[in-house]
Structures are given as C-alpha cells and as structure tokens.
Antibody
C-alpha cells in the first residue's frame, strides 16, 4: 500500500527555522516525483515545488523560489520542506504528494503538516 | 503564469442532482488538467487527470471534459459523500490550481 506519512504539527516563532518531512512507503521512492502543496487557513491549494528523489532534481514554483528549500534523502525514503526564517504568513497546512507518472498531478497525498507561526 | 478560474465558487445542490463545475485557463493548456476533491480536514483526492481520464477507484458518476482553455467536471448523480470542495489543476506549465468550488447541501 502506497503511503506518505508526514511529520507532526509545529508551532514556531517568527524568524525560527523549520524542516518538515514526508516519508514514502509501499512503492519505489526514487522513481516518482514528490511535490509540496500549501493550503493557508480557509484558502485554496498552492503548488510549491517538486523533487525527484532518484537524483534530487528539484523544481520550484516562482512564487516560492528562494522562500523554501525542498530536499530528499533517498536512503530513508523521505522528502523535506524547510524554511530558514519563518514568517507569520507561513502559517498553513503543508501537504506532500506523489506525482502520477507522465502526468504532473498527484495521486497519493500525505496527511498534511500544520505549521503555525506566531509570536 | 497560467491562471485557472473556477466557476461557480460555490453551489447548493441536492442528492441526485447533476452538477457541473467549470474551469478556465488563462491560456491554452491542451488536456493537461486534473480535478481533485477535498473534504474538510482531509488531503485532496485525485478524481480525473488528462482532462477526462478517471483515476482508479473513482466512481463513474464523475466525468471530465474539455481541452484548450475550457474544462468541466460533471457529477452525474450527486451522492451525500460528494459534498466537498473541488479544485482543478493545470500541469501544462508548472502547476497551478483553481480557486475551488464548494458543493454544499441545498
């Protein structure tokens, strides 16, 4: 069974750093792109970027380029999303998701990680 | 960036109704379009990709059509479990989502 399991909810202060994770299982982790999607409270979905764990090829949405870093450790089948300096506006639910081969949409999703940034 | 505009932003319908949601791209995207369903507190679920290909396990009452700039998602006979928010997503150039359509109980 394909599963993406994300790390737990985080509460951080503005200016702090954070790295959240997404562990894949039940499939060949290195053979599928993994994407990250943001959903701010009460709002829609925003694509942040994707990574191919097989070679760590990474693409970012222009809206998120330079704001976050996406990485992966294929030895432990885990993808990451990190911030060096959080802002209150980073408060959101973050989902990881696996891309459908040859179609840049997402067939399996993690359960989401809620990040709250507040002073 | 390609913008995706969904309409309506919300609708009220009854069980058994036929529901149609539209999605318009700011430029042609061929058939590089997916539809998702999201229920409160849950991750989105892929319904359709390549504009009209039903994802495995999705009921056949869901269907998608369109190409170029105009697309539709149709639910042929609305069931109680279909009350949710629906999003379109283009993958012709980068990825962008529409603003969502909330389907509520009339």
């Amino acid at each position: 069974e394909v599963q993406l399991v994300q790390s737990g909810a985080e509460v951080k202060k503005p200016g702090e750093s954070l790295k959240i994770s997404c562990k894949g299982s039940g499939y060949s982790f290195t053979s599928y792109w993994i994407g990250w999607v943001r959903q701010m409270p009460g709002k829609g979905l925003e694509w942040m970027g994707i990574i191919y764990p097989g070679d760590s090829d990474t693409r970012y949405s222009p809206s998120f380029q330079g704001q976050v870093t996406i990485s992966a450790d294929k030895s432990i089948s885990t993808a990451y999303l990190q911030w060096s300096s959080l802002k209150a506006s980073d408060t959101a639910m973050y989902y990881c998701a696996r891309e459908v081969p040859a179609a840049n949409c997402f067939d399996y999703w993690g359960q989401g990680t809620l990040v709250t940034v507040s002073s | 960036a390609i913008r995706m505009t969904q309409s309506p932003s919300s609708l009220s319908a009854s069980t058994g109704d036929r529901v149609t949601i539209t999605c318009r791209a700011s430029q042609g995207i061929s058939s590089y379009l997916a539809w998702y369903q999201q229920k409160p507190g849950k991750a989105p679920k892929l319904l359709i990709y390549a504009a009209s290909t039903l994802q495995s396990g999705v009921p056949s009452r869901f269907s998608g059509s369109g190409s170029g700039t105009d697309f539709t998602l149709t639910i042929s006979c609305l069931q109680s479990e279909d009350f949710a928010t629906y999003y379109c997503q283009q993958y012709y150039s980068y990825l962008t989502f529409g603003g969502g359509t909330k389907v509520e109980i009339k």
